[in-house]
């Protein structure tokens, strides 16, 4: 019988892996043509896909960005290709970019709004990426203040004394916890602080301005428009939201059966009514439970409005992050020892916002683009002024090119907000998968 058994006595040099298992055509065969129904989807699309671009790239690039009205574009796209059609007339978007952007706002004084939008980069730079310098943080601290006062002007004593009233409350607070506990000291500091700025704030203001004049020309709110507003009543109900949505959401967890029931009342009843019926109690009916005489700014009361209703959502979101954690985390702060504040600061609630993340960056995504609702209650923004600028009759009858421009700034804000949540979520991963 013959053996036929072989023994291997050295080993096979490393081969590369097929070319079509790897690279460009490895990656098209996994993902684009793994079967038969995949392929012909992958045809079909890019079938549609190029017959997309065929229209709209000559419509974008094919274009006239000279012109005074669109009677001037439609003459040019006669004269340079014969027809109207398939081209678009950017020239109004050249003409009009800086009312898009800053409104009726004073031309000579854009300077102040771009500080503002600078600061307010620096100001959440150590907020959002962790190697930012801390220095940032006084601007962070600042920002809140230095804002109103660049975009309205007027006396700087003003947002001094709204200041004043929060180092009121942290020192009350800080005083009074030692003798009378937290619950008491809390209390107590923020009646400190509602006291100054409801009745003192005012007076004090007013004769610090009579005696130190220092301040910058004022803007009324009337002025304030495009992309402008829309930022800024986006930053701040973002900003702001997110910290009394974790309250709300606290509270609507909590033991105390009157803190619950506020809680809950509010987030229900804020959720249950449309945005724009509020944007109209804000600016109709607001001023009727008012003192009489008393001039409560528009873009302030359409700030607070939209900051309720974010919050509201915010805490449902970050109820739901709250509700995901396991028992043992409960569990595991009680047993260090920590109290209830400590142990939601330390342990719960970072875990919550970890979890929460995509609901409240889409959330946050969702009341940006909300902000055009305001061109309903006569605020011009983006949408509100694109209405004034096809009322000229230079441009009566242009359309598809202020809505893709409007349409682009919104994308890139919100995209790059989708960028930063899927760049925190890979930072704050706890897992090695």
Known sequence: ?????????????????????????????????????????????LVFIVYILSGLIPWTFQSVWVADSLNECREIMIATWGDTHGHACWAV?????????????????????????????????PVLFPGFPRQALYVTAAYPFLMPWLMWGGTIWGPLMVAAGFAIGYFAHRFIEPILGGLAALIIAVLAALIWWLVLSG????????????????????????????????????????????VLALGRQSDLLIVKAICVGFIEFIRGVPLITLLFVASTLLNIFLPPGTNFDIILRVMIMVTLFAAAYMAEVIRGGLAALPKGQYEGAD??????????????????????IPGIVSTFIGIFKDTVLVSIIGLLDPLGLSNAIRADAAWNGIYWELFAFIGAMFFIFCFGMSRYSMYLERRLRTDHR
């Open 1 to 45: 019988m013959t053996d036929t058994s072989f023994v291997r006595h050295e080993m096979l040099a490393e081969q590369a892996p097929p070319l079509t298992s790897v690279g460009v055509i490895g990656w098209l065969r996994a993902n684009l043509f793994s079967n038969w129904w995949n392929s012909i989807l992958t045809v079909l699309s």
């Open 93 to 125: 978007i050249r003409e009009r970019w800086l009312q898009l952007t800053f409104g009726f706002y004073p031309s000579e004084l854009y300077w102040r709004p771009i500080l503002a939008f600078v600061l307010l980069i620096i100001a959440i730079g």
């Open 203 to 246: 007076p004090v203001a007013g004769a610090l301005g009579g005696a130190i004049p220092i301040g910058i020309e004022p803007v009324e709110s009337r002025q304030f428009g495009g992309f402008m507003l829309s930022i800024m009543i986006g930053v701040v109900a973002i900003g702001v939201s997110l910290p009394i949505g974790i």
């Open 335 to 356: 047993s260090l020892g920590l109290d209830y504040w400590q142990s939601q600061r330390l342990i719960i609630m970072p875990q919550a916002l970890k979890i929460s």
